[in-house]
């Protein structure tokens, strides 16, 4: 056999045998890496899961492995056999995390294959009612005619609660204080009580408080309008073009996994978000489901640490 006849034949042979690999695929349960019981990560997997089995002929066993900001669940699926029955279910904090510190065990771009983009959630800029505000604007002129006099609670530190504030003060130019919280409920319980001023909240946390009147709802922080604070402008249209921050929520495997499989993964997967039942049920919990193609959520990772980067440098955050 002549060479180029060779290498056409072991490339055909290893076509062949990477389509009779996908084939097989999966013979066993897949586990899914994810956070504590409760919070949108375990939500985001848990939801795809109830569906995926149909696709896949093989259940989703969900894993939740909380804690370290998600670095603890981050690291398990980054050391993972790369097989395709070991994923991660994460949403931002995995590629944020590296951000903020110097000592985590992974690289979020080097340790994991993207599947897809799987959901978002944007957040909602709330006040508390006796706060003199009734939009956006007037938000920030009060901010800018009373530098470091107005608080707001987040969750822990680069958590989207924090980090979609700490961008809309870049973006403002204002002063506002942070008071950290430990979790979103009890800074959420603490604005309605009047202990601190503003919020940029999970929408779906909110929701409940602002049509009681409890809370004062301004903007939303996603680029386009959400059907998760239906009625609300953008912060982007209400004043800072340009503005967005959600959070991301993902599917991982880890690097290497065969394309096959990713593929594979991928379809399955976004074929589950796009069912109206699937969609309803993340909407009734305060997130919206997307999906998208691996490349794509590749790019969005990229996009989103190089924006947060710069946040992160400039107000000096470190954990």
């Not at 989703?60 to 998600?70: C, H, S, T, Y």
């Not at 989207?160 to 950290?180: G, N, Q, W, Y």
């Not at 979103?184 to 604005?191: E, K, M």
């Not at 593929?263 to 489901?289: H, K």
């Amino acid at each position: 056999m002549n060479p180029p006849f060779l290498a056409a034949w072991s490339c055909a042979l290893s076509l062949a045998a990477g389509a009779a690999f996908a084939q097989s695929y999966p013979t066993k349960p897949i586990r899914v890496v994810t956070s504590e019981p409760g919070g949108g990560n375990d939500l985001t997997a848990r939801t795809i899961g109830q569906a995926i089995a149909g696709r896949l002929g093989q259940p989703w066993v969900i894993d939740n492995r909380g804690g370290a900001g998600g670095a603890i669940a981050a690291e398990i699926v980054a050391r993972a056999p790369p097989d395709g029955y070991t994923l991660l279910v994460y949403a931002s904090n995995i590629w944020i995390i590296p951000l903020l510190r110097s000592n985590v065990p992974y690289d979020p771009i080097r340790d994991f294959a993207p599947i897809t983009w799987a959901a978002r959630s944007p957040n909602t800029v709330v006040v508390h009612p006796a706060l003199p505000v009734k939009s956006l604007p007037e938000l920030i002129a009060l901010a800018r005619a009373r530098p470091g006099e107005l608080n707001y609670g987040s969750g822990g530190t680069g958590s989207s609660t924090h980090l979609s504030v700490e961008l809309f003060k870049s973006m403002a130019k204002v002063d506002i204080l942070r008071v950290p919280y430990k979790a979103n409920a009890p800074a959420i319980n603490d604005l309605m009580g009047g202990r601190v001023q503003v919020m940029f909240a999970t929408a779906g946390s909110v929701t409940p408080h602002i049509k009681s009147g409890r809370l004062r709802a301004l903007a939303v922080t996603s680029a386009e309008p959400s059907p998760l604070a239906p009625g609300l402008p953008t912060v982007a249209s209400a004043g800072l073009p340009g503005y967005e921050s959600i959070s991301i929520y993902g599917v991982f495997a880890p690097s290497k996994t065969p394309e096959s499989i990713v593929r594979q993964l991928n379809q399955a997967i976004v074929a589950v978000l796009s069912q109206p039942e699937i969609r309803e049920l993340f909407l009734n919990v305060g997130v919206e489901t997307v999906g998208s193609t691996p490349e794509q959520f590749g790019a969005v990772i990229r996009a989103d640490m190089t924006r947060m980067a710069k946040v992160i440098k400039d107000a000096g955050i470190r954990e």
